[in-house]
Each structure stands twice: as structure tokens, then as C-alpha cells.
């Protein structure tokens, strides 16, 4: 069936419905924080039966952060849908991670990355080796002042593999110019099938004129695969989501309705339904379009 085109007087029946948002450049201000007022008008829409849950690149530690105090009608996604997580039950319902080989094939490449782990007991943690530049230093000193993360400086990465550790996830941070040939590098990596073996994210950040963001993930993730999984999880019909950079356009393909907030990356408003309003913007446009 074909999809109703949207328009300004279309309304989403909440009891088939889920929203879904992302969050840095979306719902949350140029402060990295929900604007004043979005929790309690989130608790009124879930009062109200209104279903709204997010996926961000974030790790569980930042995102709990943020999202403190909100109601989780359905699991979030994080880290572009690597893991996803029943924050009411605190367990990772869901996991797409790279293969051992493939995580090690990483590691041999060029560049200074941030490696993401995750034990057995299903604890995340952050890895380094070398701080090669300021945002390296900033993104660090950030995380672990507000949100308390823990890093570990490693002489070697073999350490993790040797205490069992699970490698997931590697985020880099540099201009553009030096993290696309490392893009390159890793986007190029086969199975012994000849099927691509890692998934790429690569996108400016937020907050900070001419820092760029490499994420590698397993090729199973993103924020599409999210959609599909939400879908099938809690049984809705139609899902609506809110997005403004490129990891986003996976998560607007697999939507029946994706609106772009106005700060969003050009191609980002040229797949969307619309362009509205970030922060309270993406919490008016929902209440304003639920009957």
C-alpha cells in the first residue's frame, strides 16, 4: 500500500503508534541536555498513551545521563543500534557486534581510536592507547567529568582480548581530511564470503566546528536495523521518527514518517517528510499530530 503523503493536518492514532528521536542535534539543545520543560511534557504524552523512545549514538553511561527521569514505553538504541537496551529492566535486549577477526584486523590500522568493549557480564567499557589530538583530550576528560566514564590507557589492545573481553565498537575523532582514508581503510574490509564486515558512521560533531566522527560497527547495525527491531518488538504500525545527520538516513528509510530537525545536514532534510523545530519543536509536533 502506498504511504499517505503527510501532511499538516495528519494525525498518528497513539495505540499503533511509536515516535522515535534522536538526540544530539535533535531532541537535545546545543548544551547536550533535554531543553527545560521536556521532561515533564514527555511524561504527559506517555500519560497520555503516547509511545516515544530514542536512538543515539551514545553509550548506555551518557545516555542514562540524559535521559534520567523519562518513562521507556520501548528498549532505546545506542552506539547506531549496536546495542539496544530495556532501560526499565536494565538489559541490553538486543546486540549486533563485530567479529573477534574482524576487531582485529581493526586494530592493526592506522589511527588512534577509542575501542569500546564489552565483558561477559555485559559491562561497556572504553579503551586507548594515545590521545593524538585535542578532541581526543576534550571528548575524554568530557565523558569522564560528566558522565564519569571509565577509560583505560592500554600499552597494548591484545590486553582486552586476553581477558575476554568482547571489542564492539571503535569511534575516532579527527578533522575530515585525516579520518577518510582510515573510513576508506576500514569500509573496505571483506568476510571470508566476500561480504563487507563493518559498518561506518561518519558525520561532523555537533558541538565542535571541524571535528568529524568515525564510528565502526558491525555491518548488522544501524539505526534501521533499530526500526525493524522496534517494529517487531512492540507490535506498532506506524513509526515516526526525528533525525538530523547522516547515521540518521538508515532510520528514515525504514520509517514510515521521518521529519528533519532545522539544524539538520542538507541530505537529511532532503529524505525527510518535513523539517521542523529541534528540542521542544520534536515534543510539539508530537502532540500536536497524536488524536
Known amino acids: 500500500m502506498a504511504k499517505i503523503p503527510f501532511t499538516d493536518t495528519m494525525k498518528f492514532d497513539p495505540k499503533t503508534t511509536l515516535f522515535v528521536t534522536d538526540l544530539d542535534g535533535t531532541l537535545l539543545t546545543p548544551d547536550a541536555v533535554l531543553p527545560d520543560g521536556a521532561v515533564e511534557a514527555i ?6 498513551g503516547i509511545r516515544l523512545t530514542y536512538a543515539t549514538a551514545r553509550t548506555i553511561r551518557s545516555a542514562s545521563f540524559i535521559l534520567d527521569g523519562l518513562p521507556f514505553p520501548a528498549p532505546v538504541a545506542l552506539m547506531n543500534g549496536v546495542l539496544m537496551r530495556d532501560m526499565n529492566e536494565e538489559r541490553y535486549v538486543d546486540s549486533n557486534l563485530l567479529s573477534p577477526e574482524t576487531a582485529a584486523r581493526i586494530l592493526t590500522a592506522v589511527g588512534e581510536p577509542f575501542v569500546y568493549t564489552l565483558t561477559p557480564e555485559g559491562e561497556l567499557f572504553k579503551a586507548y592507547h594515545r590521545l ?60 571470508p564470503a566476500g561480504e563487507p564486515s563493518t559498518k561506518c558512521a561518519f558525520y561532523p560533531d555537533h558541538y565542535r566546528p571541524g571535528l568529524w566522527y568515525l564510528e565502526v560497527f558491525a555491518p548488522t547495525a544501524s539505526k534501521g536495523m533499530v526500526i525493524r527491531r522496534l517494529r517487531e518488538m512492540t507490535g506498532a504500525k506506524t513509526i515516526v521518527c526525528f ?21 539538520a545536514a542538507d541530505a537529511v532534510k532532503a529524505a525527510a517528510d518535513g523539517v521542523i523545530p529541534g528540542g521542544m519543536g520534536v515534543i510539539e509536533f508530537i502532540r500536536e499530530h497524536t488524536r
Open 243 to 263: 533525525g538530523d545527520n547522516g547515521n540518521d538516513l538508515p532510520m528514515f528509510a525504514e520509517s514510515d514518517y521521518a521529519f528533519a530537525a532545522e539544524r
Open 132 to 191: 593524538a589530538n585535542e578532541h581526543m583530550e576534550d571528548f575524554l576528560r568530557e565523558r569522564v567529568d560528566k558522565y564519569a566514564k571509565p577509560f583505560r590507557r592500554m600499552d597494548d589492545f591484545q590486553t582486552l582480548l586476553d581477558e575476554g573481553q568482547r571489542i564492539i565498537y571503535f569511534c575516532y575523532l579527527d578533522t575530515e581530511e585525516h579520518l577518510t582514508p582510515i573510513r576508506d581503510a576500514v569500509a573496505a574490509l571483506r568476510d
Open 43 to 48: 511524561w504527559d504524552l506517555y500519560r497520555h
